[in-house]
């Protein structure tokens, strides 16, 4: 692994349904995040953490539950999808929150469609 | 409320110079980014301004001034890989970014 991996790549979803979506990164960051991308919108932050074991709540967290089991590891879970929710979904990770030169590196992405 | 705003798209020529606006009214500043995304693609970090001023990185270069609420990206010697959208975003007093909608670069031959 290098960097950050997410997964799926992209899915279609039931309304209704559960999902989780996985990221993972090996440069031993301390802070990771969870944004989705909608067009003509910028990102928008979901949830994140300062490191693990912490959790936080960004401006748009409703729907959505996050966990920070280890320094790697940051799923984001949809306890039951709605189609409002059909976006682009951006995990990032940084070195420190709050740092002067703290710069968030970006995940792949994962494409999601809620019907 | 806070806000980022940037021009939805603009439209420049191979190898000449393009410059994107930003500017931002939000609750404290801790810096402001640059990143670059191509279509279907993550972002990616360009630069990063906390001090009043240019910063230059190749053909890259950015600008800011705090006082304005305002950074601009410079983009030179343009080539058609450069066409993607920019993303500015600001870090706030609770050290979360802001980020505005993008501009989306058009380069054309």
Request: hydrophobic fraction near 35%; aromatic fraction near 10%; charge should be neutral.
């Amino acid at each position: 692994i290098a960097g950050i991996t997410q997964a799926p790549t992209s899915q279609i979803l039931a309304a209704g349904r559960r999902m989780t979506l996985r990221c993972t990164q090996d440069m031993r960051h301390n802070a990771m995040y969870w944004y989705r991308q909608d067009l003509g919108l910028g990102l928008r932050l979901i949830h994140y953490s300062n490191t693990a074991g912490t959790t936080g709540k960004g401006e748009v967290p409703d729907g959505y539950s996050v966990s920070r089991a280890n320094t790697d590891d940051f799923p984001l879970t949809l306890a039951s999808a709605v189609p409002s929710q059909t976006s682009v979904y951006f995990c990032a990770s940084s070195d420190s929150a709050g740092g002067a030169t703290d710069t968030q590196y970006f995940g792949p992405g994962t494409r999601l469609t809620v019907l | 409320g806070q806000n980022i705003d940037q021009p939805t798209e603009m439209t420049a020529t191979e190898g000449a110079i393009v410059q994107i606006n930003c500017t931002y009214q939000t609750s404290g500043f801790n810096g402001l980014f640059w990143y670059q995304q191509h279509a279907g693609e993550a972002p990616t970090f360009l630069s990063y301004n906390v001090l009043d001023g240019l910063e230059e990185k190749g053909r890259f270069s950015s600008f800011l001034s705090r006082s304005k609420g305002y950074s601009y990206l410079l983009l030179k010697e343009l080539q058609m890989k450069d066409s993607a959208s920019y993303l500015c975003a600001v870090r706030d007093s609770n050290y979360q970014l802001i980020w505005g909608a993008g501009t989306k670069l058009i380069i054309k031959p």
